[in-house]
């Protein structure tokens, strides 16, 4: 299978590259796509390099599945391109959540939605994921009508930009005697 990872150099995009090599994903051709400031860059999946591309490039491929992890507005630009090409696209930012015209999926709750014409594929956020994945057998046999849930989500999820100004700040402020940075 031809995939494409649109974002393959963030820390989710590289996180999905490690998910596919662990579970030995039928990837026959691997497209890593990203801006054109990190199109050129090399990275390793399964021991072997790849040159990164930009969006346009990763349109061009034609991939079969296209894993965008790039952000909500590359999402909204580089998404409909993609499905135009062929592709189907499975987003992992906001971006399509909440559009009337695609289809939210959490695979093992409610794969069998999807149809061969939707190319533009939503997912809810991590946590929602996991949460609806517990609770899907449950609402079957009982049918939940309401839950409340509160969530603290991580810096990760905002992207390396982030990550990296965490540990900057942590810095200025912390000693490092009293609480090593690893």
């Not at 199109?39 to 021991?47: L, Q, S, V, Y």
């Not at 946590?127 to 057998?137: G, R, Y």
């Not at 990760?156 to 965490?166: F, I």
Request: net charge positive.
């Amino acid at each position: 299978m031809k995939v494409a990872v649109v974002g393959a150099t963030g820390l989710v995009g590289s996180m999905m590259l490690k998910v596919l090599e662990e579970r030995n994903f039928p990837v026959s051709e691997l497209i890593p796509v990203a801006s054109d400031k990190s199109a050129g860059k090399e990275i390793e999946f399964k021991g072997k390099k790849y040159t990164v591309v930009n969006c346009n490039d990763g349109v061009a491929a034609k991939a079969n599945v296209a894993l965008f992890s790039a952000g909500g507005a590359m999402s909204l630009e580089w998404a409909p391109k993609f499905a135009a090409a062929g592709t189907t696209v499975i987003d992992n930012s906001s971006a399509w959540r909440m559009h009337p015209d695609k289809k939210l999926i959490v695979p093992e709750v409610n794969a069998d939605a999807l149809t061969a014409s939707d190319k533009i594929i939503a997912n809810p956020n991590c946590s929602t994921i996991q949460m609806v994945v517990a609770l899907n057998p449950l609402h079957k046999k009982y049918k939940i009508k309401r839950i409340v849930v509160s969530t603290y989500q991580s810096v990760s999820g905002t992207g390396k930009k982030a990550v990296d100004q965490l540990m900057n700040e942590r810095k200025g402020v912390v000693s490092d005697k009293a609480y090593p940075i690893k």
